[in-house]
């Protein structure tokens, strides 16, 4: 019998190891028969043979391989197509990818897809690439034609594939590192301990995140001595500072008690240095050594250093509300005044939350005034609701005073609603041709007296209201003499470096006690403002 006849027979019976063995067999008859059954039988067992026989001499085999590939089509057949159309060998990548093209596999489209990326370089296209992207570009990663591209084409693509979730494969844990990105199961935590030494800050920093992930608490050694040459002459400020993190979520304070002493330093410049790195640093005891600083200061001459300390607290964000404001209920009165002052320059969604509860529950005045000022003070909708929902709580007095101060107009509106006969005004502020302005700051000032050697001027008798998209504000107007003269004041701040700001001011005449809506409108020939003033009434 015929070495094909067997072939034939190996097919009728749907051996499949069969096939595979007559796969490497010297005759390349036999060899071009057995790569075309597998195919005619469609079972995946077969495609690992068939992918070793894409490296066989013969270009029929090859050809006969790729097609047999196609026609199983099953997840690892695509795969193997996909690394044969980004392998090395010209003829068989380009049989692969027209194989891939004819097939209706989502995977297959994918990776002819991002082969024409690849071939045009266009690496937007590259990072618009969605999840179903990812596997690909895994693929991509293993294959030939990735070891022969060039560094930056490369550099491409492993950014991609990490954006997409892709797990690199180890043998690029020295490309990652030069890209300062660590991997868990592609680099040890020799790798990251390495990583802290090399010449890029970027890589040192990320060496340093990822041996804080690793929790590994016999690195803080090594660390420690790494940050002591980022913190000395000649380091680098942001390393030391990522050092000193990962130092502290390891349970080492060090770094951070390091920083502590320079706080007491005599020079203000080192002073301010170590408050910047406290507070970049991040962590709640970086916060609260800040913090502590300015609650209970240091005597002279390092009380000085307060402000510089305090200034760096404030600009350390929504990280410090989350480190102080377990501190809303501490006994020390002075210690949650100082709280609300942080709180409120925090910019987290919930501070205006912890001022209401402060608020609710404080048995000091000073200190529930403060943090009714403080809601004020963010001069938000949600600001003056939770300020209305406290007038039950808290003297009445004190939330229309806070009320008093917001210029959203949710703020007015809840003002009226507590004080019927408050004086307010809501308007709009058009430029000469009727569209609105934005940005403009408004407020009502009132002629006084301030003595025989000043004279008579003007005193802000309201809140300064931005004017919104559509050009509307919203004002208060404290009460004083209804005899003495009101003016409407506009300020338009300068839209560029250099430009000077426009101010224009008009005659007011309000009706006390009642709801006042206001339309102003930009006269800048006659450098004038022209005022249409209706009483609505109170309530």
């Known amino acids: 019998m015929s070495p094909v006849k067997r072939v034939e027979r190996l097919l009728a019976r749907k051996d499949v190891r069969g096939l595979c063995r007559a796969l490497r067999s010297r005759d390349v008859l036999v060899r071009r028969r057995a790569a075309q059954a597998l195919g005619e039988l469609g079972n995946p067992a077969g495609v690992p043979c068939l992918t070793r026989a894409l490296k066989d001499g013969d270009q029929y085999v090859v050809r006969w391989a790729v097609d047999s590939l ?66 690909a570009l895994s693929l991509v990663l293993r294959s030939e034609q990735y070891r022969a591209w060039p ?33 868990s199961g592609v680099h040890t935590v020799g790798d990251l301990l390495k990583g802290l030494g090399h010449r890029s800050p970027e890589v040192r920093i990320a060496a340093a995140e990822k041996l804080a992930e690793s929790g590994q608490k016999w690195v803080t050694g090594p660390l420690y001595r ?26 080492d304070d060090r770094a951070i008690a390091c920083y502590r002493e320079l706080l007491h330093h005599p020079e203000s410049q080192r002073v301010a240095g170590a408050a910047r790195a406290l507070a970049g640093i991040g962590t709640p005891s970086a916060i609260k050594t800040l913090f502590w600083f300015a609650a209970q200061p240091p005597p002279p001459p390092a009380y000085r250093n307060v402000p510089v300390v305090l200034s760096a607290l404030e600009s350390a964000g929504p990280a410090a509300f989350e480190a102080l404001r377990d501190l809303a209920g501490h006994e020390s ?71 008093a101060a917001i210029t959203h107009p949710v703020g007015v ?56 998209s559509e050009g509307a ?23 560029q470096s250099g430009e000077e700001s426009e101010v224009f001011t008009a005659p007011l005449e309000l009706a006390a006690g009642q709801e006042n809506r206001v339309e102003v409108r930009i006269d800048r020939f006659f450098s004038r403002l022209l005022l249409s003033v209706e009483a609505r009434g109170g309530r």
């Open 70 to 135: 196609r026609a199983i089509g099953d997840r690892s057949a695509v795969e193997a197509l996909i690394l044969a159309m980004f392998g090395s060998g010209r003829q068989l990548a380009r049989l692969a990818a027209q194989a891939l093209s004819g097939m209706n596999d989502p995977g297959a489209q994918q990776a002819v897809r991002l082969r024409d990326i690849l071939l045009r370089n266009d690496w937007e296209a590259l990072r618009r690439m969605g999840e179903e992207g990812g596997h």
């Open 151 to 183: 560094s930056a084409k490369c550099r491409h693509v492993l950014e991609a594939a990490l954006r997409l979730g892709v797990t690199p494969p180890p043998q690029h844990r020295r490309e990652l590192s030069a890209m300062g990105v660590f991997v």
């Open 226 to 251: 790494r940050f002591r040459r980022e913190v000395s002459a000649g380091g680098e400020q942001k390393v030391a500072i990522a050092f000193a993190r990962a130092l502290d979520r390891l349970g």
């Open 333 to 403: 009165a002075q210690v949650r005044r100082l709280l609300i002052e942080v709180i409120l320059r925090s910019g987290h969604p919930e501070a205006a939350r912890l001022l209401a509860r402060m608020a609710r529950d404080e048995d000091d005045p000073d200190v529930q005034r403060t943090a009714l000022d403080g809601l004020a003070t963010l001069n938000t909708a949600q600001a003056a609701d939770l300020l209305f929902e406290l007038a039950e709580d808290v003297p009445r007095g004190w939330v229309i005073r806070s009320l």
């Open 413 to 468: 509106r809840h003002l009226r609603t507590l004080a019927p006969d408050a004086t307010t005004l809501e308007g709009i502020v058009r430029e000469g041709d009727g569209r609105p302005l934005a940005g403009g700051l408004i407020q009502v000032v009132r002629e006084q007296f301030f003595g025989e050697e000043a004279g008579w001027g003007w005193q802000a008798i309201s809140a300064r209201a931005e004017t919104d």
């Open 473 to 495: 504000f919203a004002l208060t107007v404290l009460a004083g003499d209804p005899e003495a003269a009101l003016r409407l004041k506009l300020v338009i701040p300068a839209r």
